[in-house]
């Protein structure tokens, strides 16, 4: 079955400091990859995507994922957090053969100043 | 950018009355939306999805005659919680795409559901 794992719930950074957030999925062929962010009471952004070719992905506001397909990762990354990216930020993978989600747990990002 | 809207923003209602929820793209044809049901620091659950001028295909364990899913056109789906009850208090967060869209969903900015 499909499976998208976040393997932490929260992390800590302090502003300034380099971030990565796990997410490992489990899928039988090329996966669709997402990561998007959401603000307390707001929808969802999409942050990046992954579908295929290149396997290190930019995204908006400085993010970048690297697509590992020996070790079913798909991580998020951002050389130096801004406390404006405090959030909950969720992996998700796109279902094979619709257009659904599964998404991760997600993981809540905290800045400290 | 695509662009989905959701109304209302927040609602409060009383127990045992039905309330809609309204989703709509803006800039696009939607050919396939979802509804999803997020509690207080969880992840996104997929109640539904729906398409357009079919009935919806609900999820394992959402009640049907529950959470009522209209897709009547392109760029509208609604969502109608019937007899609500302070257990159906939820963030409503729909999305929505295309079949150009290549599977990327644009997200609605939620409706905060309070059924007193």
């Known amino acids: 079955a499909q499976s998208v794992t976040q393997p932490d719930i929260h992390i800590t950074v302090s502003e300034g400091a380099s971030l990565e957030l796990r997410c490992n999925y489990s899928y039988g062929a090329t996966p669709y990859l997402f990561w998007y962010v959401q603000s307390p009471g707001q929808g969802l952004q999409l942050l990046l995507k992954?579908?295929?070719?290149?396997?290190l992905v930019q995204g908006i506001k400085g993010f970048e994922a690297e697509f590992k397909r020996s070790q079913s990762s798909f991580n998020l990354r951002k050389p130096s957090v801004h406390w404006s990216d405090a959030a909950e930020y969720f992996c998700?993978?796109?279902?094979?053969?619709?257009?659904?989600?599964?998404f991760g747990t997600g993981t809540r990002l905290k800045v400290l100043a | 950018g695509a662009v989905v809207s959701q109304h209302p923003s927040r609602v409060i209602c009383k127990s045992g009355t039905s309330v809609k929820i309204e989703c709509r793209s803006l800039d696009f044809q939607a050919t396939t939306m979802f509804w999803y049901r997020q509690f207080p620091k969880k992840s996104l659950m997929l109640m539904a999805t729906?398409?357009?001028?079919?009935?919806?295909?609900?999820e394992q364990g959402v009640e049907k005659d529950k959470f009522l899913i209209n897709h009547a056109s392109l760029t509208l789906s609604t969502l109608t919680v019937t007899s609500a009850h302070p257990e159906d208090s939820s963030f409503y967060i729909c999305s929505a795409t295309s079949d150009r869209m290549f599977r990327e969903q644009y997200f609605g900015p939620g409706t905060r559901l309070t059924v007193t």
């Open positions: 992954y579908f295929s070719g290149d396997t």
């Open positions: 998700a993978v796109g279902a094979s053969g619709t257009y659904k989600y599964i």
């Open positions: 729906s398409n357009e001028g079919s009935k919806a295909t609900y």
